[in-house]
Nanobody, 123 residues
Framework: QVRLVESGGGLVQAGGSLKLSCTAS????????MGWFRQAPGKEREFVSA????????SYADSVNGRFTISRDRARSTVYLQMNSLKPEDTAVYYC????????????????WGQGTQVTISS
């Protein structure tokens, strides 16, 4: 069993920045990819970003590419999402997930999910 806990969400003005964190605990053995999804009220959950075990492969949704940066600290079983130039459209609950590889993360195949952290961008 794996537990994922997100943190770092909050309220910021458009153009500002936030850094989200997600830490995995429990029986996390071997290599795995991690990533982020988000969901706004009344909308489908959408892919944001993913990163491989060694960090050599990263993937971003077109809507955030160039503004967001994903990274990870393997020793701490933690993935980060640095979000810059935030827009009101980025307002959503952000969820962390874990899976075998980045492709599986991107396809929404993650077996485990965190409970989410709220990100609100005001204009």
């Amino acid at each position: 069993q794996v537990r994922l806990v997100e943190s770092g969400g909050g309220l910021v003005q458009a153009g500002g920045s936030l850094k989200l964190s997600c830490t995995a605990s429990g029986r996390t053995f071997g290599t795995y990819a991690m990533g982020w999804f988000r969901q706004a009220p009344g909308k489908e959950r959408e892919f944001v970003s993913a990163i491989s075990w060694h960090g050599s492969t990263t993937s971003y949704a077109d809507s955030v590419n160039g503004r967001f940066t994903i990274s990870r600290d393997r020793a701490r079983s933690t993935v980060y999402l640095q979000m810059n130039s935030l827009k009101p459209e980025d307002t959503a609950v952000y969820y962390c997930t874990i899976e075998r590889d980045t492709e599986s993360v991107r396809n929404g195949q993650g077996k485990y999910w965190g409970q989410g952290t709220q990100v609100t961008i005001s204009s």
